[in-house]
């Protein structure tokens, strides 16, 4: 094998193996975001943030690390994330029409104030504040 056909050969492989691995990140994180709850959270006695999207919506996936950090942090509200492709009852019933949408809800289940786009962790924790949530 020439050495030319050599080097490309492993710079060919080196983005393969780059790409498997981008691709299996994306994939635990997608996971991750999905399992964090459901709409049936929502009116049971506890704040609920619910955000709606799908995996391949540029502004979703990057609110994936900020619902994980939220499910993990926050012991005051929930975090669930439904995926308006898989559940479209859900998505019928909240009226969606653009994603992500992000829904906060009383611990009545009482819809307080929906927001549609990308949004900041610091922003959901002030809107939160807001509402009298902390």
């Known amino acids: 094998m020439k050495e030319t056909t050599r080097r490309y050969l492993i710079i060919a492989v080196l983005f393969a193996a780059v790409f498997v691995l981008v691709t299996a990140k994306n994939l635990r994180t997608q996971k991750q975001a999905e399992n964090l709850a459901d709409s049936s959270v929502v009116g049971q006695g506890k704040p609920v943030m619910l955000e709606l999207g799908a995996h391949w919506c540029v502004p979703c996936k990057q609110m994936t690390p900020i619902l994980n950090e939220l499910a993990t942090e926050q012991q ?34 009482t819809e307080l104030f929906r927001h549609v786009g990308f949004y900041p962790k610091e922003d959901i924790l002030a809107k939160w504040k807001e509402l009298g949530i902390e």
């Open 76 to 109: 005051v509200f929930t975090v669930a994330f439904v995926n308006v492709e898989t559940d479209e009852a859900t998505t019928r019933k909240y009226g969606i029409e653009s994603i992500p949408v992000q829904i906060f809800f009383g611990a009545d289940g």
